[in-house]
């Protein structure tokens, strides 16, 4: 970590670019063409420091989707861990 309770700029950037790569992964893998439903999902650093992944906009038809992928996963028992 950097001074205070702000990363380092570059350990940021390597956190979102993975984030951002292994969310882009699991969105394929549940069937989803990211280019063309996140054409803009990308890692980033923002104004704090800290990692973000920018999904971007998209299009009602993909959240939709990406919602009934998320409730059929939760049915199932399936969570996340932080």
Do not use: C, H, W, Y
Request: proline letters at 2%; aromatic letters at 2%; zero cysteines.
């Amino acid at each position: 970590m950097a001074t205070g309770d702000r990363p380092d700029v570059s350990e940021a950037e390597t956190q979102a670019r993975q984030a951002a790569d292994r969310l882009a992964l699991a969105l394929e893998n549940v069937g989803f063409d990211v280019g063309r439903a996140f054409p803009l999902l990308i890692g980033a650093v923002d104004r704090g420091g800290a990692a973000v992944v920018d999904v971007g906009r998209v299009t009602a038809r993909v959240a939709t989707e990406l919602a009934a992928v998320l409730s059929r996963a939760t049915k199932r028992g399936i969570t996340t861990t932080g």
